[in-house]
């Protein structure tokens, strides 16, 4: 299974961008899907999850509000709506995906998935 993340692109603050993660050759596993972002000189960190066997959904704090992770299966896709941009969203954003179950509380840790996208950019300007 492979992941392709797109949707990304130049946005002023304010704007809204709809990512997609999508998987190749069959479904996603039973267990969480989420989005990771990187800026520039900084660390990975975690943006949003959807556990694909409860569909429970889980945020960043910095995040909460205006981004919201939904997913289809029927297209083995999942989103990652995002209102409200502020440039300091700016980053490459991953999607990430575990075959299997996980707890909840490890769901927002890079080290926890085993399939990672090749990320897409996001430039919000000011």
């Known amino acids: 299974v492979q992941l392709q993340a797109s949707g990304g692109g130049l946005v002023q603050a304010g704007g809204s961008l709809r990512l997609s993660c999508a998987a190749s050759?069959?479904?996603?596993?039973?267990?969480?899907v989420a989005w990771f972002r990187q800026a520039p000189e900084k660390e990975r960190e975690f943006v949003a999850r959807?556990?694909?066997?409860?569909?429970?959904?889980g945020y960043a704090d910095s995040v909460k509000r205006r981004f919201t992770i939904s997913r289809d299966n029927a297209k083995n896709t999942v989103y990652l709506q995002m209102n409200s941009l502020k440039p300091e969203d700016t980053a490459v954003y991953y999607c990430?995906?575990?075959?299997?179950?996980?707890?909840?509380?490890?769901?927002?840790?890079?080290?926890?998935?085993?399939?990672w996208g090749l990320g897409t950019q996001v430039t919000v300007s000011s």
């Open positions: 050759e069959r479904t996603f596993g039973s267990g969480p």
């Open positions: 959807i556990d694909m066997w409860t569909g429970g959904t």
């Open positions: 990430a995906a575990r075959r299997g179950r996980i707890i909840t509380s490890y769901q927002h840790r890079a080290e926890a998935y085993d399939l």
